[in-house]
């Protein structure tokens, strides 16, 4: 078990050096950030474009002065994220770490699907009771 421990905190510092240390204005100078998505205890989702392809993503902006003593969970978020590749998973494209967030710029869901998706499932749930 104990080496087991050890691999998995490998893995994750593995993981973290591969993401690119940079300042709040490099983010920006490739992203414009837009409207606020989603918030929550640790982070705040933005939706963002890119600014030489025009492209919508989300912009998840995590504040790492409040993952005190939490700092593995967000790095076991990105390391499942980033070995999912399946069209019914949001998908990590990019990551870039400041002195203060981490950004994660993931797959832009527009809400309308998530809608859509609920309503199919609520109906196939239906049906599938009724039988």
Do not use: P
């Not at 100078?29 to 474009?49: H, I, P």
């Not at 998840?60 to 005190?68: C, E, G, R, W």
Request: net charge positive; proline share 0%; with cysteine.
């Amino acid at each position: 078990m104990r080496s087991m421990n050890s691999r998995f905190t490998y893995l994750l510092a593995w993981l973290k050096m591969e993401r690119q240390v940079s300042r709040v204005d490099h983010v920006t100078s490739c992203y414009e950030e837009g409207k606020v998505l989603g918030d929550g205890n640790f982070a705040v989702v933005r939706q963002c474009r890119h600014r030489e392809t025009g492209r919508d993503y989300a912009m998840k902006i995590i504040d790492k002065s409040k993952m005190t003593n939490k700092e593995d969970m967000i790095e076991n978020e990105i390391a499942i994220m980033k070995q999912c590749n399946h069209v019914n998973i949001v998908r990590l494209y990019e990551e870039y770490e400041t002195k203060h967030e981490i950004y994660l710029i993931m797959e832009l869901v527009r809400v309308r699907s998530i809608i859509h998706l609920s309503t199919l499932c609520l109906k196939k749930c239906t049906n599938f009771q009724a039988v």
